[in-house]
Antibody, heavy 126, light 107 residues
Framework: QVQLQESGPGLVKPLETLSLTCTVSGGSINSRDYYWAWVRQHPGKGPEWIGYIFYSGGTYYNEFLESRVTMSLDTSKNQFSLKLTSVSAADTAVYYC??????????????????WGQGTLVTVSS | EIVLTQSPATLSLSPGERATLSCRAS??????LAWYQQMPGQAPRLLIYDTSNRATGIPARFSGSGSGTDFTLTISSLEPEDFAVYYC?????????FGGGTRVEIK
């Protein structure tokens, strides 16, 4: 059973860079069958997709955050990472890493999130 | 961006009752819609994908229907562990988006 675990600072100062890492166990991120994503959730709101990365290193970001987001992966450690620059209080949220299905759906790639990390709260405050 | 509107915001029911949750899309998403369950303090869990397909390990009391812009998640007979928040998510257009959620609470 694949498991994902987020790690990183829980407190980031305004205008600094938020950096999180997701460690995957029970499965390889070096797989054509999945994308690896970051999703965040503000208190009391629905989740918000940030972006995903493929095993090849290719990325796709939510256009609303694209100018501030960078994702990368380290296949040797079975990890992928998120960097979000110039953060503000609006970036305070629970951040999740998740596995994204690529196959098994009608009409092509699935883009559904079938496994999630437990989430980590990141607070932006001075 | 496709906006997903879920209703009602809160559903108050008793164990054993039937729950019917709605998700409406601002434009057609064909059948490309999923449902997730989120317990307090936990990550969302995939229940249903592509409108009506149950994810691995999901009980048969959960079912989904709809197409285009109107979708429904039905829980045929609520178990105590079903009281949670439910979200829909579309994959038809970028960016991937989620609804605002429906809370199913114990009456």
């Amino acid at each position: 059973q694949v498991q994902l675990q987020e790690s990183g600072p829980g407190l980031v100062k305004p205008l600094e860079t938020l950096s999180l890492t997701c460690t995957v166990s029970g499965g390889s991120i070096n797989s054509r069958d999945y994308y690896w994503a970051w999703v965040r959730q503000h208190p009391g709101k629905g989740p918000e997709w940030i972006g995903y990365i493929f095993y090849s290193g290719g990325t796709y970001y939510n256009e609303f955050l694209e100018s501030r987001v960078t994702m990368s992966l380290d296949t040797s450690k079975n990890q992928f990472s998120l960097k979000l620059t110039s953060v503000s209080a609006a970036d305070t949220a629970v951040y999740y890493c998740a596995r994204v299905l690529r196959s098994g759906c009608s009409g092509g790639n699935c883009y559904y999130f079938d496994h999630w990390g437990q989430g980590t709260l990141v607070t932006v405050s001075s | 961006e496709i906006v997903l509107t879920q209703s009602p915001a809160t559903l108050s029911l008793s164990p054993g009752e039937r729950a019917t949750l709605s998700c409406r899309a601002s434009q057609s998403v064909a059948s490309h819609l999923a449902w997730y369950q989120q317990m307090p303090g936990q990550a969302p869990r995939l229940l249903i994908y592509d409108t009506s397909n149950r994810a691995t390990g999901i009980p048969a009391r959960f079912s989904g229907s709809g197409s285009g812009t109107d979708f429904t998640l039905t829980i045929s007979s609520l178990e105590p562990e079903d009281f949670a928040v439910y979200y829909c998510q579309q994959r038809s257009n970028w960016p991937l988006t989620f609804g605002g959620g429906t809370r199913v609470e114990i009456k």
